[in-house]
């Protein structure tokens, strides 16, 4: 296998006549790369040193270097092309990137709320996998969809989609003017997940939500009938334990729930590089091939986009 790649560096470098050119392929294959590696909490995000998040980047790129000098046609050279170049491969990766840490930021969103609703928004901690403020129920919530998602081998699914999309769109060619319009498939399928963001966070929020709604229903009945008695502070301590109990039975169903939802989110993330090489839609993208029959079940029947 090492012999089989240093011959291909080999044989590229005798057709390619410059080093360069190699050099100017492996920063474009960084900038797709890069951003992903930044913005994705499974792959480290913000929790990696910059210094170890750049060496990821550059393992992936070698990983994935032998693959994009037999897919690129022409050697790419070291000019203002290649600024240009680079500034399209880092556009795609923030988009690449963006779309697969949203979920992340969806149940931390819905961990926010069942704090925010139970008394203990003051509470805020620093989460370490995206270095801002949430709440406890929601750095949980995170750390539960990072092993959730390293659970069903997530990562290697994202890292076969972006083995893909450098079939789709090499690092040396331009993308369709058609995929900045406003009415593209990329644009709505990226619109539509900022609907999904708001649904989906009320959504895995609710059951906490409609306990601390009965609790305070009940809480008020019998301030009704006792008005002296201080029930607003005394009943402020079991609103919030009676949110965390709700939390913590529903814990199994939430695991189940989010593997479903992984799996639709892996699926609309192939679709998504699909609509980048084809932004108008011809082309419908395959699922994904580990994912079976039941990433056809769940495309028959989304759940995000319910």
């Not at 992903?36 to 060496?55: D, E, H, Q, W, Y």
């Not at 081998?153 to 690092?171: A, E, K, R």
């Not at 039975?249 to 090489?277: A, D, N, T």
Request: charged share 10%; net charge neutral; with cysteine.
């Amino acid at each position: 296998m090492g012999l089989d790649y240093l011959a291909l560096f080999e044989k590229t470098s005798r057709v390619w006549h410059s080093p360069v050119s190699v050099l100017s392929l492996c920063f474009l294959a960084i900038g797709r790369i890069a951003p992903i590696v930044g913005l994705s909490p499974f792959f480290g995000a913000r929790i990696l040193p910059n210094p170890v998040k750049l060496v990821l980047a550059i393992s992936l790129m070698i990983v994935l270097l032998p693959k994009l000098i037999l897919t690129i046609s022409t050697p790419p050279t070291f000019d203002i092309t290649l600024f240009f170049l680079m500034i399209k491969e880092i556009f795609l990766g923030y988009i690449f990137g963006f779309f697969l840490g949203l979920p992340f930021l969806i149940v931390s969103t819905s961990g926010l709320f069942i704090d925010h609703q139970r008394g203990a928004a003051s509470l805020m901690t620093n989460d370490p996998t995206i270095q801002n403020q949430t709440s406890p129920v929601g750095t949980l919530y995170n750390l539960i969809l990072i092993s959730t998602f390293w659970a069903m081998n997530g990562p290697f699914y994202v890292l076969d989609t972006l083995y893909l999309s450098y079939d789709l769109i090499p690092p040396g060619t331009w993308i369709n003017p058609i995929f900045l319009a406003e009415h593209s498939a990329v644009h709505e399928r990226l619109i539509n997940a900022l609907y999904i963001f708001t649904a989906l966070s009320l959504q895995l929020a609710m059951p906490a939500f409609l306990a601390i709604l009965m609790t305070d229903t009940f809480l008020g009945i019998i301030n009704r009938l006792a008005p002296n008695v201080q029930i607003t502070f005394l009943g402020m301590g079991l609103k919030s334990w009676f949110a965390l109990m709700i939390v913590c039975l529903g814990l199994i169903p939430f695991v189940s729930q989010l593997e479903k939802e992984i799996k639709i989110w892996l699926i609309q993330f192939q679709e998504l590089v699909y609509e980048c090489r084809y932004p108008e839609g011809e082309k419908e993208a395959p699922s994904l091939p580990e994912l079976g029959a039941s990433a056809k079940e769940f495309r028959a029947k989304p759940i995000l986009s319910g």
